[in-house]
Nanobody, 124 residues
Framework: QVQLVESGGGLVQAGGSLRLSCAASGRTFSLYNVGWFRQAPGKEREFVAAINWSGDNTYYADSVKGRFTISRDNAKNAVYLQMNSLKPEDTAVYYC?????????????????WGQGTQVTVSS
């Protein structure tokens, strides 16, 4: 198990940028795939992006492809989500997730480690 703590959320105008960070505890973080989900009020939790344990394979939701970039630094036990060209529909609580399965998957049930979330609000 790893403990995940997100940071970097906030209020930004449409078209702006934010960088979310996720700090992980545990000596085996480099063995985990990690990713981000988000949940807007009244909506189901939605996959955003994921990166495999070695950092050489990424997967994005169509809604964020070309605007968001996921990356990781295993030496720092950290994962990042760079969000550019933000839209009001990106407003949500963003969750950092992790698992140790063979492939990265865009479904919430595949992840057994979740952070508490960080709020991102994009104003129009």
């Amino acid at each position: 198990q790893v403990q995940l703590v997100e940071s970097g959320g906030g209020l930004v105008q449409a078209g702006g940028s934010l960088r979310l960070s996720c700090a992980a505890s545990g000596r085996t973080f480099s063995l985990y795939n990690v990713g981000w989900f988000r949940q807007a009020p009244g909506k189901e939790r939605e996959f955003v992006a994921a990166i495999n344990w070695s950092g050489d394979n990424t997967y994005y939701a169509d809604s964020v492809k070309g605007r968001f970039t996921i990356s990781r630094d295993n030496a720092k036990n950290a994962v990042y989500l760079q969000m550019n060209s933000l839209k009001p529909e990106d407003t949500a609580v963003y969750y950092c997730v992790a698992n140790r399965v063979a492939t990265i998957l865009p479904v919430a049930r595949a992840y057994d480690n979740w952070g508490q979330g960080t709020q991102v609000t994009v104003s129009s």
